[in-house]
């Protein structure tokens, strides 16, 4: 079985533009979230998405944006990009919203600003 | 606020050696989860063990075991025979319940080399 997979890998992009991460969770993982990681720090919850619906939000702007679709596939979407975007972003899936058995991380979108 | 904290930045053991890594945590929780995950150069998350807030007795898992004390909210992992594959940062985590989410809160890490 495929793991968590996420795309592209790593990606630059220009101070002001927009980006659009994806995500495509373990089959049969019906619950997604997404952790930003900046250099040198442990990960910060962003969202999590159960069954196409917003569970949770962390405390980022409402420029950060993100959905989950029917086959619990998700996009992560950033507008209006800031220098201090620039971080790994993590998916990790698990069954339900529950994950008191650990998540499953992919390895990550590397995302520079500049 | 639930915080997990990490005090070590860096350890470095020879290859072989018993070393521990330590976590300190605070919540008014009484059930809860913790983990200690491994993120090696590749980048992925890999997670090494957990441990459940009512079970008294310490996880395990081949050479990765824990010591859990509640009462003083400590979470250090045990490596024991380490191996050069075990390079790689370590975090700790605790898992928070927030509203209808669960997420988990992560400490700073501890980057570990394990030296032939």
């Known amino acids: 079985d495929a793991g968590v997979t996420q795309s592209p890998t790593h990606l630059i992009k220009t101070r002001g533009q927009q980006v659009t991460l994806r995500c495509s969770p373990i089959s049969g993982h019906k619950s997604v979230s997404w952790y930003q990681q900046v250099l040198g720090q442990g990960p910060q919850f962003i969202f999590q998405?159960?069954?196409?619906?917003?569970?949770g939000r962390g405390n980022f702007p409402d420029r950060f944006s993100a959905r989950q679709f029917p086959n619990y596939s998700s996009e992560l979407n950033v507008n209006a990009l800031l220098l201090g975007d620039s971080a790994l972003y993590l998916c990790a899936s698990s069954l339900g919203p529950a994950a008191n058995y650990g998540y499953t991380f992919g390895s990550g979108t590397r995302l520079t600003v500049v | 606020a639930q915080t997990v904290t990490q005090s070590q930045p860096e350890m470095s053991v020879q290859e072989a050696e018993t070393v521990t890594l330590s976590c300190t945590y605070d919540t008014s929780e009484n059930n809860y989860y913790l983990f200690w995950y491994k993120q090696p150069p590749s980048r992925q998350m890999i997670l090494v063990i957990r441990?459940?807030?009512?079970?008294?007795q310490n996880a395990t898992e081949n050479r990765f075991s824990v010591n859990f004390q509640k009462a003083a909210k400590s979470f250090s992992l045990k490596i024991s025979d380490s191996q050069l594959g075990d390079t790689a940062m370590y975090f700790c985590?605790?898992?928070?319940?927030?509203?209808?989410?669960?997420?988990?809160?992560f400490g700073q890490g501890t980057r570990l080399t394990i030296n032939p």
């Open positions: 441990q459940e807030a009512y079970k008294q």
């Open positions: 998405y159960y069954e196409k619906e917003e569970r």
């Open positions: 985590a605790f898992m928070k319940h927030a509203g209808g989410a669960q997420k988990l809160v």
